[in-house]
T-cell receptor, first 111, second 111 residues
Framework: QKEVEQDPGPLSVPEGAIVSLNCTYS??????FMWYRQYSRKGPELLMY????GNKEDGRFTAQVDKSSKYISLFIRDSQPSDSATYLC???????????FGKGTKLSVKP | DGGITQSPKYLFRKEGQNVTLSCEQN?????MYWYRQDPGQGLRLIYY???????QKGDIAEGYSVSREKKESFPLTVTSAQKNPTAFYLC??????????FGDGTRLSIL
């Protein structure tokens, strides 16, 4: 079993839809969880950074961490065509621990 | 503007040739990282450095070498021993106890 599992998609939604992106993991020692957005031919851009369980909201983006289920989610409300990108989850045991990445989910938001 | 600069954007390697990818940051970050990204794959850690003049191997260090002579610079050499070097190479940096931020990558191909 891989350490981090992420559905690669592709996921296609109409503009304005609510998008749910998910990752599951097997290492119960992970405490720091991140979501990155990567546009084609660009480097990943940090979207959300959370520690331990709970929710974190930033504008149209909400990150959820459920450590008991080893499951993290990123919700995008009122999705826009500019949200079309690959979304990578990443996690680590310590604040400076090595990051373990999911393979990324490719999202397309259609106008 | 503060950020992470990777150069060149595209690089071509001949058989038996060593090539060096540049990564410079002006964010005053202590830690720097090199990742490799293959299509449909998550990012895999090649090398990382927490302080000047010190670095550690990541998960896929074979065929690569690095140096960290200055805080702001962390060049990666892809040696002829790396038999499958075609990939997108990403450099990242971070403050202590903070998430990693990425440059825009170098795409390496074989001639």
């Amino acid at each position: 079993q891989k350490e981090v599992e992420q559905d690669p998609g592709p996921l296609s939604v109409p503009e304005g839809a609510i998008v749910s992106l998910n990752c599951t993991y097997s290492n119960s020692a992970f405490q720091y969880f991140m979501w990155y957005r990567q546009y084609s031919r660009k480097g990943p851009e940090l979207l959300m950074y959370t520690y331990s369980s709970g929710n974190k909201e930033d504008g149209r983006f909400t990150a959820q961490v459920d450590k008991s289920s080893k499951y993290i989610s990123l919700f995008i409300r009122d999705s826009q065509p500019s949200d079309s990108a690959t979304y990578l989850c990443a996690m680590s045991e310590g604040s400076q621990g090595n990051l373990i990445f999911g393979k990324g989910t490719k999202l397309s938001v259609k106008p | 503007d503060g950020g992470i600069t990777q150069s060149p954007k595209y690089l071509f390697r001949k058989e038996g040739q060593n090539v060096t990818l540049s990564c410079e940051q002006n964010l005053n970050h202590d830690a720097m990282y090199w990742y490799r990204q293959d299509p449909g794959q998550g990012l895999r850690l090649i090398y990382y450095s927490q302080i000047v003049n010190d670095f550690q191997k990541g998960d896929i260090a074979e065929g690569y070498s690095v140096s960290r002579e200055k805080k702001e610079s962390f060049p990666l050499t892809v040696t002829s021993a790396q038999k499958n070097p075609t990939a997108f190479y990403l450099c990242a940096s971070s403050h202590r106890n903070q998430p990693q931020h990425f440059g825009d990558g170098t795409r390496l191909s074989i001639l």
